[in-house]
């Protein structure tokens, strides 16, 4: 089933944004190095809220949650997302998506796209690397640059999708260093190459490039529940377009659609007889702010009131009365940020208020 939907702007309240430590510039490489979300004192009168990926892949590391753990801040928030990360050959090799930045757009939260510039031999595999570490200098120099600039994180956005094609050589060329200081062979240089010959096209290159390979994981994760998934209903793309000019490729897990309602529904699941995951349940909390967000929503045509929910499945012997003091707490602020921003929840089959 393949739905329609627009987003004019992101209203949205987050009340699950754990509390962030604070780190001074100089500290900068300790705080990516030990906390995914923080409070970077740049200076007297300048702070930001930063969170990393630790891949590119939006599935991997809970980057939603670390960016949602960003949004209670009141000023410039910034995330910090490899242009693409090689593993190694008998590891994964992942690459930024033009829907991803996009993404971060619509949350108001500022991109720099960044590469790893150093890492050290896996222990555990003859053919991988691990440790992975950033260019410092080079995330500095972009943290100060956003401290100056005066526009909204769409336009910075931009200009950094601009110099994708110039930050893929260099990370390129510092994974070949990485190759020859650990031994480890990467994956083919050929690939890659060819991948950042079409990005030095610019700007549309990427986004057509990143949309045709969304459009095609979106397809078939249409057709795929996942194992952290337990649904009843039908799966279904949604195609977002919004005033920034841009088409957004989602899925819901499930959707229902009853008279002129149609509920969007996001899954998250345990087996374990407790709620899934905080960072779980804040990854799901992403897709509540669009899908809360949606105008304009249409199902061959017809314009459909949209019903988001955040579903929440757990093992066969989970009882609400159950839940410890802290799993108690968890579900009451998760009921507090629903009832602020028109959401609903579901656990198992029963919607809880």
Avoid at 17 to 41: Q, W
Avoid at 58 to 72: E, I, K, M, Q, W
Avoid at 104 to 133: E, F
Avoid at 289 to 316: E, H, Y
């Amino acid at each position: 089933m393949e739905i329609t939907a627009k987003i004019e702007g992101i209203e949205y309240t987050p009340y699950l944004c754990r509390e962030l430590r604070e780190y001074t510039l100089d500290e900068f490489e300790l705080a990516l190095n030990k906390d995914a979300t923080f409070i970077l004192n740049v200076d007297d009168k300048h702070k930001l809220a930063v969170s990393r990926w630790v891949s590119a892949k939006r599935t991997r590391s809970y980057p939603y949650a670390r960016v949602y753990d960003s949004l209670g801040f009141s000023g410039k928030k910034v995330t910090i997302i490899p242009i693409f990360k090689d593993e190694g050959r008998d590891g994964d090799r992942d690459f930024l998506q033009w829907d991803t930045i996009s993404l971060m757009s619509l949350l108001g939260v500022y991109v720099i796209i960044g590469y790893y510039s150093d890492a050290i031999p896996s222990s555990r595999y003859s053919n991988k690397i691990t440790n992975q570490q950033f260019d410092i200098p080079y995330l500095k120099s972009q943290i100060k640059k956003i401290l100056s600039y005066q526009s909204d994180a769409l336009h910075w956005n931009i200009t950094q999708t601009e110099k994708v094609w110039a930050i893929g050589k260099k990370a390129l060329e510092c994974y070949d260093e990485i190759s020859r200081k650990t031994g480890v062979e990467m994956h083919s240089h050929k690939t890659a190459e060819k991948r950042l010959e079409k990005l030095e096209e610019g700007k549309d290159a990427f986004m057509e490039l990143s949309r045709d390979l969304a459009k095609r994981a979106q397809e078939r994760e249409s057709i795929t529940t996942q194992p952290k998934e337990k649904v009843d209903g039908t799966k279904a793309v949604i195609t977002i377009k919004n005033y920034l000019g841009g088409n957004y490729y989602f899925t819901a897990d499930e959707i229902v659609i009853k008279n002129n309602y149609i509920e969007l529904i996001e899954a998250k699941h345990t087996r374990t007889n407790k709620l899934p995951s905080l960072g779980d349940i804040k990854d799901g909390l992403i897709k509540m702010i669009l899908f809360t967000n949606l105008v304009d929503v249409r199902q061959d045509g017809k314009k459909l009131n949209p019903v988001p929910i955040i579903k929440l499945t757990t093992g066969s012997d989970f009882s609400i009365n159950s839940l410890n003091e802290v799993q108690q707490k968890l579900l009451n602020i998760l009921k507090k940020e629903a009832n602020k921003n028109n959401f609903k929840i579901m656990i198992n089959s029963m919607i809880v208020r």
